[in-house]
């Protein structure tokens, strides 16, 4: 027996080294495209001039880097969260009482938003996780409401009046640039590239897995070793940190914030949605989305929402079922199943 | 506080959970029958409203009267629904869950839009009807008309569920596709056709719920999503899937409600009641008459 290994080694086979450099290319290949991508999304700005144009972009990046923080949880851990507007809500009021009522720093704020939002994240996740599919959702939905309820009547930040920043010349120290809305598109897709970063870092790392097997079948999960307690709450702090990096930047670029303007069951909606429809635990899925969905909302609101006659409501609700329906793996799957056919066909 | 003021505060929460009943049930009802949560569930809830709004001001009839119309209305709608949205986003392959979610959200954002292209956003009132204003006095304990004539409506509906559940062949196809769908396809039983009608009913529930609360509640496309919140509380406290956990459980949210008012500032009245919740959540996942 001795010297002998308990397990021999398994030869490695030309095919299965062959399988992990292909892997490793692709994954290469990814961080080319997901460069090439943001170089371009950094230059568009720029070829925007139009005032509103820029706003839909700032916007779109925002969401697309919210939708992303979603995605690591609802996506790839598979817990749907329909309350992430809390930790939105987190960042964006830690960000502007430390710096309206206390002069901190706006890049401070959004740290110690970002830790506290994760922090709360594990203390909800501590009891919820243990509650299944729908039962998890609404429990997210409640506590969401509750701490919306909690800030609408909290005397100290502002109550349902709110907070407003006050009025200063442009300046990175202080995030604030009044007329200026360049800096705060690179600033949004400044987040959108560290949440595609730890997604894709993460994605294919151990964890990464551990997520997509706690989403498929928690219970297969546990009996292969995952944890899946702690699967689910490494996901959860990292999602809500990002959001409310988010729900910072938010507050800057708004430069005023009330609890229905950052905390209502809306936002955690739209967190969800561009995600949902570019295609859910996919790298590419949010920005997709989010491309997709906020234009047409900005665009159908002004156009046709602005006498309140509810049809940018029928379009926008319409287009949601019908895609939820119809294209269940999100948009980004069409473009998957054309290459297959080819490949088939070729 | 005075037993007179203590007995007010009882009586008035257990009128307001018996509403909260009947507002819940039918998703319960729907949730048990095929594990579907509907999320559009406050939207028909405001469609029944202003059915009832429209149907008062077309008939001039009083909307009590016009109550078993606006149910039956909401009936086909519900049954609709089922056919038209809720089975195609039953077949989905993949991500289950998340299609039924997001497809009947996306409803429900439909459904808002709908009311407010043909109501506009204001908000209304039904003025006039026979109960509007009025109350009774049961020896110094004064509780409004319509809330009592509501709780009435809810206690019928009750009695009325549970005898269409436990002596009619549709009560027991009903429970019997909840049990198990594969088998009942087997003994004849269409599938489709009970889901529709579970949908149809659930929408009739919320329905008659809706109808009730014209007489003492305003009317406003958005009004469905404060009433859908505390149905899924009262759903998810009583047992997702249990009609009369909804019952028991809508009693016990509106006696907690009823008495955080009177601790806590009016606005904050719904913070009992997401506390309790969260206890009865955590300490039991499957609710009080649930089952996992």
């Known amino acids: 027996m001795t010297g002998t290994p308990l397990i021999a080694a398994p030869a490695v086979s030309p095919g299965l080294d062959d399988a992990a450099r292909r892997f490793a290319a692709k994954r290469r290949r990814s961080l080319y495209v997901g460069a090439l991508v943001f170089a371009g999304l950094a230059a568009l700005p720029y070829a925007i001039r139009d005032v509103y144009l820029q706003n839909v972009l700032v916007l779109t990046l925002l969401y697309a880097a919210l939708s992303q923080s979603w995605n690591i949880l609802g996506g790839y851990c598979g817990q749907i969260s329909l309350g992430h507007a809390l930790y939105f809500g987190i960042g964006a009021y830690t960000t502007s009482i430390l710096f309206v009522t206390y002069g901190v720093s706006p890049w401070l704020g959004l740290g110690l938003g970002a830790m506290l939002a994760a922090l709360v994240a594990l203390a909800i996740g501590w009891p919820c996780f243990r509650l299944g599919g729908h039962y998890f959702s609404i429990a997210t939905i409640v506590i969401a409401e509750a701490g919306l309820l909690l800030v609408q009547n909290w005397d100290f930040v502002g109550g349902a009046m709110g907070v407003q920043w006050p009025f200063n010349p442009d300046s990175w120290a202080t995030l604030q640039f009044a007329r200026d809305k360049i800096p705060y598109a690179h600033l949004a897709l400044g987040l ?99 491309a997709i969905l906020i234009p047409i909302t900005e665009i159908s609101r002004s156009y046709l929402g602005g006498t309140g006659s509810g049809i940018d409501l029928i379009f926008y609700g319409g287009l949601v079922m019908v895609v939820a329906i119809a294209r269940p793996e999100g948009v980004l799957s069409l473009f998957k199943r054309t290459r297959a056919a080819r490949n088939e066909e070729g | ?120 956003p204001d908000y209304r009132s039904l003025q006039g009807s026979w109960l509007g204003g009025k109350t009774l006095d049961l020896g110094g304990v004064y509780l409004p008309w319509p809330q009592v004539f509501g709780a009435l409506v809810s206690l019928a509906a009750f009695g009325g569920l549970f005898l269409l559940m436990t002596r009619t062949d549709f009560g027991r196809a009903l429970e019997a596709t909840r049990e198990d769908q594969g088998a009942v396809a087997l003994v004849g039983i269409d599938r489709n056709r009970i889901f529709a009608l579970g949908w149809g009913l659930g929408a009739a529930l919320v329905g008659l719920a809706g109808a009730v609360l014209t007489v003492f509640y305003y ?26 956990g909804a019952l028991a459980a809508g009693l016990i949210v509106g006696l907690v409600e009823a008495a955080t008012a009177v601790v806590l500032p009016p606005s904050m009245k719904s913070v009992g009641v997401y506390a309790l919740y969260l206890l009865v959540v955590l300490v039991r996942p499957q609710g009080l008459f649930g089952r996992l």
């Open chain 1, 192 to 290: 959108f590239v560290a949440t595609w970063l730890v997604t894709f870092g993460v994605a294919e790392s151990r964890w990464g897995y551990g997520w997509r097997a706690v989403k498929d079948d928690p219970a297969a999960a546990q009996s292969l070793g995952v944890e899946v307690f702690r699967s689910k709450m490494a996901a959860a702090a990292i999602s809500a940190f990002f959001t409310a990096v988010g729900g910072g930047l938010y507050a800057s670029y708004v430069s005023y914030i009330d609890p229905e303007s950052v905390m209502s069951f809306r936002f955690s909606l739209l967190f969800a949605l561009p995600a949902v429809l570019g295609g859910v635990g996919t790298l590419w899925g949010a920005l997709v989305g989010a």
């Open chain 2, 1 to 120: 506080m005075t037993m007179q003021a203590l007995v007010q505060v009882l009586a008035s929460g257990l009128l307001t959970g018996l509403i909260y009943g009947l507002v819940a049930v039918g998703l319960s009802l729907i949730f048990g029958l095929m594990d579907v949560v509907n999320f559009a569930h406050g939207e028909f809830l405001m469609l029944a409203m202003y059915a009832t709004f429209g149907l008062v001001f077309v008939s001039g009839l009083d909307p009590i009267v016009l109550m078993p119309l606006v149910a039956a209305l909401m009936f086909v709608l519900g049954g609709t629904i089922y056919f038209g949205v809720v089975r195609f986003a039953m077949r989905a392959k993949a991500n289950q869950g998340m299609v039924q979610i997001f497809a009947t959200f996306g409803l429900a954002i439909l459904l808002q839009g709908v009311a407010q292209y043909l109501f506009t």
């Open chain 2, 219 to 244: 009317i406003h496309p958005g009004v469905g999503g404060a009433f859908a919140l505390i149905a899924y509380v009262t759903v998810a406290l009583g047992g997702f899937g249990s009609v009369f």
